[in-house]
């Protein structure tokens, strides 16, 4: 049980539309990453939000995005969904901006599926 | 990033240690040595991670080498539930996944 939460577990789109993927991050923690899971490979980074701005990006086209709440909650949000956008979004928290020498806390993930 | 280069696979017996090897020539000076694991349809989880010494804790330990071009996992008494993909990560401020070592740990 790492205390993050993501909502909701799994989710059908249509290519097109626009998807909005939550977090809840563990009490504290101050930096929320987000990764994409293509099925059979390692999670791939898209983004770093540290007290709600954005400090770290993958290479992700901008039609993703993200959001930082200061309740510890946070969102990722795809626009013009596309076939290859269909995976496992996952988030984790950590405690401090740089994440490093930390332990990053994952959530199970909200798996996508774009028909 | 550092790439870290880890066998595809590997097999262990239940109950004996579980070496897992990682290869990260390419590593730099601020860079840590992470481990995670991930069981199918779960996120990953946290295992251990270093800089230049070795480290235990209750679940792992850490051994890496003194030119920090690479390292091994061990696992000392592998059970069935450590069946999963086991990821070495090299890496400063975010951590950068490869594919993993698949460990299967028979009965």
């Known amino acids: 049980e790492t205390g993050v939460t993501q909502s909701p577990t799994h989710l059908i789109k249509t290519r097109g539309q626009q998807v909005t993927l939550r977090c809840s991050s563990q009490?504290?923690?101050?930096?929320v990453s987000w990764y994409q899971q293509a099925l059979g490979q390692g999670p791939q980074f898209i983004f770093q939000?540290?007290?709600?701005?954005?400090?770290g990006r993958g290479n992700f086209p901008p039609r993703f995005s993200g959001l930082q709440f200061p309740n510890y909650s946070s969102e990722l949000n795809v626009n013009a969904l596309e076939l290859d956008d269909s995976a496992l979004y996952l988030c984790?928290?950590?405690?401090?901006?740089?994440?490093?020498?930390?332990?990053?806390?994952f959530g199970s993930g909200t798996q996508l599926s774009v028909l | 990033d550092a790439k870290t280069t880890q066998p595809t696979s590997m097999d262990c017996a239940e109950g004996r240690a579980a070496n897992l090897p990682c290869n990260h020539s390419?590593?730099?000076?601020?860079?840590?040595v992470y481990w995670y694991r991930q069981i199918h349809s779960q996120g990953p989880q946290y295992i251990i991670h270093?800089?230049?010494n070795n480290e235990t804790n209750e679940m792992a330990s850490l051994i890496i080498t003194e030119d920090r071009k690479s390292s091994t996992l061990i696992l000392p008494h592998a059970t069935l539930r450590d069946t999963a993909v086991y990821y070495c990560?090299?890496?400063?401020?975010?951590?950068?996944f490869g594919q993993g070592t698949i460990l299967t740990v028979h009965p």
């Open positions: 984790a928290s950590s405690l401090s901006g740089t994440a490093n020498n930390e332990k990053l806390f």
């Open positions: 009490s504290g923690h101050n930096t």
């Open positions: 939000y540290y007290r709600e701005e954005e400090n």
């Open positions: 390419t590593i730099s000076g601020n860079e840590y």
């Open positions: 270093g800089l230049k």
């Open positions: 990560i090299a890496d400063y401020g975010k951590l950068t």
